[in-house]
């Protein structure tokens, strides 16, 4: 089965502690995205990767890091830096390319941070 | 800078019902539009992909329209059921760059009573 997966599904953290959320993909996708969803907001665009070994910010990258070591892997960092943590983040896929393709998107992860 | 507003927020109907879920964008300046539906606690699962240079696009009962010039898309469902009862999230693909940069409306909450 191709798909994207995330994990873990819900993730509970102190607050002033780092934590890396996992994404995977074997659709054999070069771009893949980062996105945080609040309640009563769209989808805002944290991060995101057009090839291995590089990646670029999007609107809301402070308190975020990211890596891109390997094509099918994009895990994401949430640090101590970002002020309200408390989200739900998914991870999307597309081929490469701007504009014509759909993204694919993971089951997300609920980040807690008190 | 391009802003996304879907109308209304929430809906709810009888089953059977056809209804039309609105998206706006305010720069006409785009790739394509994707529509997407997500359920309570899940991902984004992408419903259907109109490209710039189309008019429509048809999937089963969906029916989904693009209107560049106004900055409308539209999106219809035929013969509602109680399991077309989820969020659906319009994005439009911003033109510029390298990127395949998806923004997003806050999304229609539709309820199909049974």
């Known amino acids: 089965d191709g798909g994207i997966t995330q994990s873990p599904k819900y993730l509970f953290r102190k607050e002033g502690q780092n934590v890396t959320l996992s994404c995977e993909q074997n659709l054999n996708h070069d771009a893949m995205y980062w996105y945080r969803q609040d309640p009563g907001q769209g989808l805002r665009l944290i991060y995101y990767s057009q090839i291995v070994n590089d990646f670029q910010k999007g609107d809301i990258a402070e308190g975020y890091s990211v890596s891109r070591e390997k094509k099918e892997s994009f895990p994401l960092t949430v640090t101590s830096a970002q002020k309200n943590p408390t989200a739900f983040y998914l991870c999307a896929s597309s081929p490469p390319g701007a504009g014509a393709y759909e993204q694919y998107f993971g089951p997300g992860t609920r980040l807690t941070v008190t | 800078k391009q802003e996304v507003t879907q109308i209304p927020a929430a809906l709810s109907v009888p089953e059977g019902e056809n209804l039309v879920l609105n998206c706006s964008f305010t720069?006409?300046?785009?790739?394509?539009l994707q529509w997407f539906r997500q359920d309570p606690g899940k991902g984004l699962t992408s419903l259907l992909l109109i490209q710039s240079s189309q008019r429509e696009q048809t999937s089963g009962r969906l029916n989904a329209s693009l209107d560049k010039s106004s900055g409308r898309s539209t999106l219809y469902i035929a013969a509602s059921q109680p399991g077309d009862s989820a969020t659906y999230l319009c994005?439009?693909?911003?033109?510029?760059?390298?990127?395949?940069?998806?923004?997003f409306g806050t999304g229609t909450l539709l309820a199909v009573q049974p």
């Open positions: 994005a439009v693909n911003v033109l510029g760059g390298a990127t395949n940069k998806l923004i």
């Open positions: 720069d006409s300046a785009i790739y394509n």
